[in-house]
Every structure is written in C-alpha cells, then in structure tokens.
C-alpha cells in the first residue's frame, strides 16, 4: 500500500514554464481610457500606449517603477560593497600565521637560539605590502604548524578565488581540494584554451567541443550545447572579472597581480587563466572590457563575488536600457524576464509580462490600426470602447447625483430593435424567453447537472432590447478655436463628443446625428477624425458656419426633431460671406452677430430645440449666450469642465422626452446641480436612458 501510494503522490510547486496559463486576461478597459485620454490631447497611439505602459495602471507596476527599482538596486550594489574582499582575506591569514609562528619561537624552548633569532628577524622585516609578505615567505621554514596550515590557507584561497572568477561557484567546489583535483583542473584549462584558439583560427569542429564536454563537462553544469553557448558564458564572465580589475585602485591591481602566483603555489593557474582571458576576448571582442564601476561600501567581496556583482550590474543596466523603451521599434518582447526576476524577484517579471500582453492585445485584437501614412490610429473598436467606458462615466455621475439608475424603457415608448442583451437591476423591457432558457440550459450542460429540468438562474435572463420610436435629428456643435486648447477645454470637449456618439449609436439607433466643429471654418466630422484633432490655433469662432451645417443636417431628416447642442467657449468672431471665406473680426462684428443670429432664427424656424453650453465665466459671453437663447426659446447650462459630458447627454435626453411628452415638457429652471449653473432646466428630464 505504502509503494502504491508514492507511485500515486502528487506534488505541487511554483509554475515556472513562462507566463501563468490560468491567469486571467489582461483588462484593456483601463489602458483604453488612458490612451483615449492622449489621443484626445493630441498625442498619437502609439505615443499613448507607451506612456501607459511607462505609467502602469491602478493595480498595475508601470515600466517606470520597474526601472526605478532596477536603478535602486545598481545604487544598492555599489553603495553596500567594496572590492578590498579577497586582499582582506588574504591579510587576516596572514597575519594570523604569522602571530602563530612568533607564539611557537617564543614558547620552543630547544630551539637553536641563532636560528630563533633569524626567523624573529624574517618576521619582523616583512614587507607592509600583502603580496610582497606573502611572496617573502614562500620559502620559509614555519616552526608552527598552525602558521603552516594559515599560509597554505593562503594559496589555496587564490586558487579557487582566481577560479571562481571565471567559473561561478569554483570557491565553493574546489575547497579542500586535492592535488589531483588541482591537476584536472590545469588539464581542463589547457584543453579549453586549445579548443578556443582552434576555434580562432577557425580550425574547430563539433567533434572537438563533444570531446572536451565529454572530458571535462563536469566542470560545466550549465551543460552547454555547443561551443558558440559555452564561449558566451565564459566570455560574460571573463569581461565580468576584467571590469573588476578596472574598478580597482592601481595598488589593488598591483597587489592581487602578484598575489596571483601564489594561487595553489605555483604560476602555473595563473599563467592559464590570463591566456583564456585573452581567448575568450578575442572571441568576444564586441562585450564590454574596458568598463569599470565605483564601489564605495563597506562589505569586501571576494574576486568571485566582486565578479558576480560586475555581471549583476551590466544585467541591470541592459535592464534599464529594455525597460525604457527609448530605441527605435522598441517592444516589450524585447525586456528578459527571467534577469527581471533575478534581480527585482517575481513580481516584478510578473509585472513586466502583463504589460508584454497588454501590448500584444492592443495590437493584436484590432485596437489600433495602421493607416496609409503608416502611422497608428485608433480602430472603430477602440472608439466603441472607448466611448462605453465615458457613456458609462456620465452615467454613473448622472445616478450619483439624482439617485436614478440605467434603465430601458418598453411598451409604446419603444420598439424592439432585434437584439438582447443581459438583465440588469433595474431593467423594466419584456424578457426574451427562448433566450434565456437557452442560456440556462447551455450553462447546466457546462457544469455537468442534468439539462432537465431547467433552473433559470437570474444571471440567464436576457431581454429584449428596444429604442425609440421617435427620431431625433441632433447636430452637436462643438468650438475648436484656440481658446478651447489653451484653456484645458480640448479633451473634455471631445470626450462629450464621444460619449454622446456612443449613447446614440448604441440606446437611439433611429436618432440621426452630426459632429460639427467650428473654428475659423466649420467643418462636419465623424468621431475618429473629432477624436484625434489636434489644437487649431487659427483665430475665430465661426459658428454662422458651424449653424448652416446644423441647419442643412435638419432639412435632410424633415421627419425628425431637430435638436441643435452648441458648445462653446467665446462669441461669435467670424462668419461665413457670400464668397465662401471666413470673415474675422475681434471684437465680434456686428455683422457676425447678425448672420449667427439670423442662422439660429432658421434653426427656431425649422423646429429645434436649442441648447448652449457655455464654457467659462466671462460676464460677456454670459450675457450674450443668454440674450441668444431668448431669442430662440433656448437654454443655457453652464457646467463646469467635468460636468461638461453629463450636460451634453442629459440636456439630449431631455429634449427626447420633451418632445414625445414624457419628460412634462418643463424647460424652465428647476432646483439646484451641484458645479453647474444654468438657465434651462436639463437635470429633471432623464429621458428613455436614466430616471
């Protein structure tokens, strides 16, 4: 039972085969509104998508944390370590022999005084210098056989030292080791040097590299495949080790230069060591040699460690380089996310690789397109999103502020439009039965119950989705003259845009409606181009141009109700003449105001219900939107910035259900809304979207 047992005995432990399979996809909503932001601002899509991946999102590292945490680990590094490690080592053993050997002439009583007398002297007159000491007492004769073994310490801890500086983890594998053990290893480092000047001379062969790996591959637990693989592991280390030795004083390098033929007590290691070095460099030529770094700690590391730390610091800095994104084609694929683990843990690679998907699906799942110039633009998908996530904003602001909720109305208020869609709180439209059951029944096949019966549960329940009978004809009027950009109004203008666009693509299909912007020229637009307009900084705000285009719009839906949105910033400065240019004046001529107001009088004329959002607080402007509005019968609202959408949407909301009489037709001021002022009362009608 117990062997069936362990043949049958699961074990669990971390995924490390690259991203999680489990793990959700990545939400795009967050970036889309972020990027949508940037567009609208007048940066490009692609810009966008880098500065979000730069930013992070809510719950999201960035790639600027990312690289702040590299840049804190590089300062980490240098600021905690030295490279006096192994000169300190060295000197702690040899002064620890040396106390020895005076304990032991001290204490031997049978020793020849003369011979006392001289050892005392050879101690006495050592050289200050470590390596000059050391080098000194290669031939003494030790009385002790403590300060013996202390010496012998010495050269064995060269050895593996000057080893583990070209091959990670030689200190720890070489200690206590043998002579034999010392002798394969000058064998492996002769055969290496043979097969990497071969390969120099370009004389080298796949056989050659098998027989080396099949003599001495233990010495290679990476277990390299070939010997391009093993050349550059060896050369990143051997650069490693040379960018040490920059690093150090020119006494440092003197010292440890001539300690080195002491390693394992013969010049034999090192002698091999500096010929693989100059192998390994003409192999490699292109890494970095002649760098260095500046150590400033207090924590002594070891040739070996010292290395280590070199290696750790170049990865870093490729690190920083990746995480930048600065080059040209620069893609998050390009960033390892293994060295990102190493160096910063888990997380952090974790953290890179969403922002990897993120990317990917950005560009991959039809969210930016690439138009004839060749330069990205946001899809018609993204636009759709986009304006679902600002639509979503107004509403929630709209609820929040009334205590109504997103409904959809049926009976004679509506007809279906021949699609469904999921229940929501709230929700007073005819279920779609057949749906719904469809829905419950699929659901109980996915979990494994039985298809019968059917237990409707209420996250089956789809109903019918319906729009109004009634059509609209809605021209939305939007200043693109200058003052809209240089006073922070160019975003949240287009976001009302796009919010408005939504709502009635999506919830009033029937209702007709037209972007019109209006600077110096008017100009009909669809919502990619209004989208991603970028500040005009010509002077004049035509809206004689802007209220022709409105009105021909109307004359082309004579069956519609006309509802006529105007938002801007500033009066009238230019008109339309006979010619077809713009005539500008500041101040506004009273020409202008004539044919803007003559074009409004057209717009009364053929039925529309007029709304004026007016942006900012100069007395003028005020008096004179207001002055216009009487004239039409119109409203005015006054929002600030970030009211802007929800009065845009729901004053066209209002207007809907004033005109099938729903909304009690009331145009009147009526209570107070918080940061809005207004003549016209926009806040009590909800229309067919909100109550």
Known sequence: MTGRSDRHRSRYGRYRGGPDPLAPPVDLGEALDAIGEEVMAGYSPERAMREFLRRGGTDQQGLEDLARRVFAKRQELLKRHNLDGTLNEVRELLDRAVLEERKQLARDVDLDDDERALSEMQLQNLSPSTAAAVSELSGYRWKSRQAREDYEKIKDLLGRELLDQRFAGMKQ??????????????????????????????EDTPEDFDEFMAKHGAFFPENPRNLDELLDTLAQRSAAAQRMLNSMTPEQRAELMQLSAQAFGSPELSAQLDRLDGNLQSARPDLDWGGSADFSGEEGLGLGDGTGALQD??????????????????????????????????????????????????????????????????????????????????AERISGRQGARDVQRSGAAGEFSGSTRPWEFGDTAPWDVTRSVLNAVVRSSGEGGPVMPVRLTIDDVEVVDTEARTQAAVALLVDTSFSMALDGRWVPMKKTALALHQLVRSRFRGDALELIGFGRYAEVMDVEQLTALDAMWAKGTNLHHGLLL?????????????????????????????????????????????????????????????????????????????????????????PELDDLGVAVVDSYLGSRDAKRGTGGGNRGTTGDAPQARRSGGWWGERGSWVE
């Open 313 to 394: 610091l170049a990865e870093l800095d490729e690190l920083a380089e990746q995480l930048q994104q600065s080059y040209a084609g620069a893609r998050m694929d390009d960033v390892d996310f293994d060295a990102l683990a190493r160096q910063l843990g888990d997380d952090a690679a974790v953290s890179a690789r969403q922002l990897a998907e993120l990317e990917k699906s950005l560009r991959s799942n039809g969210y930016l397109k690439r138009g004839s110039d060749g330069q990205f633009r946001l899809s018609p998908k993204a636009m759709r999103q986009l304006g679902k996530s600002l639509l979503r904003d107004v």
């Open 550 to 638: 409105a009105n021909r719009h109307f004359r082309k839906h004579p069956n519609a109700q006309p509802v006529l949105l105007i938002v801007t910033d500033g009066e009238p400065t230019a008109h339309l003449g006979a010619d077809g240019e713009a005539w500008f004046s500041y101040p506004p001529h009273p020409l202008t105001l004539a044919n803007t107001v003559q074009e409004l009088e057209n717009a009364r004329r053929l039925g529309a219900q007029t709304t004026i959002f007016r942006l900012g607080d100069d007395p003028g402007l005020a008096r004179f939107v207001d002055s216009l509005a009487r004239k039409v019968d119109g409203s005015v609202v006054a």
């Open 173 to 202: 594998a070489m200690e206590g080791a043998t002579d034999e053990d010392r002798q394969a290893i000058n064998e492996m480092l002769g055969d290496l040097n043979d097969l990497l000047e071969k390969r120099n001379a370009g």
